[in-house]
């Protein structure tokens, strides 16, 4: 009890990221069963594979890695701001990866439409007559892409929130383990697209 | 719970700029060596850089580094048990 009678706050910095980290192992269980799926149906069909590969665009692919890497960057130097007790550059690091998350999903959003302009979308006659291996590539490429666009944006909302904590000083350098556990977030976000990348975008 | 983790000292900002420059570099050599070196070659690179590229941003962006043994097993088990079933996966289907 402190002297005015008030139970300090319950702080349990370690259980907190022990906790995250369990999170996060369960979302790479949740791709992996998408990765899994991806293996199979790719040894079945090795050459259908291969054909539906090449109609990605392996340089925005590449071009879109790098904006995550970018990102990740940007988490580590707002975290490490914040843990050196730079709590005023926080805000700046953190603006600047979801700067880089929204450029992110405009190039997902040029992705998509152009594949949707060329048939190549769910639901589309053109895709529906393709062979069973480019369907299923197809298929697996717009569950694995748009499954991680969502933990894109949902990687944003929660950094959004921890450097508003930030900036209001509810969270200090004393204390860094909000803004700890949602840059792991964005990290495996980074790490799982990391993944994609050779899967879908060079596998032809 | 595993005990706390050591307190490590803090990484200087260029040693994160300088793991951001190998990861784009190794993006640069897993597009180069797919593009280039199709097949087999292609895939010995992904199966190389994909991982260790995985492996730099636990480590110095996740600060693996600085977590106690738990962490690390827990790791380590979730990439066990991922390689056990792809491998049963394929062992399955090249055999069929």
Redesign the interface.
Known sequence: MTAAGHAAPHRDD??S??GM??FL?SE??LF?GL??AY??YR??HREEFHHAGAELN?ALG?AN??VL??S??T???GV?AL??GREREVPRWIGATILLALAFLAVKAIEWTTKYRHGLFPGRPELAALPPGERLFFGLYFAATGLHALHVVAGAVVLSVAAALVARGRVRSDAPVVL?NA??YW??V??IW??I??LFY?A? | MSAPPTPHAELPARTLVGVWSALVALTGALVAANRYAPGNPGIVATMVITPAKVSLVLWYFMHLREEGRAVRYMLLTAACTITIFVGLLMLDYSFR
Do not use: C, K, N, Q
């Open positions: 370690a259980g990221r022990m980290w369990l192992l790479l269980l992996s990765f899994i293996a199979a040894s079945i392996a590449a890695t790098v890497l970018t990740s960057l988490v580590a130097l490490r843990r050196v700890e840059g792991l990290h495996l980074d790490v990391i993944i990348l050779p060079l032809a």
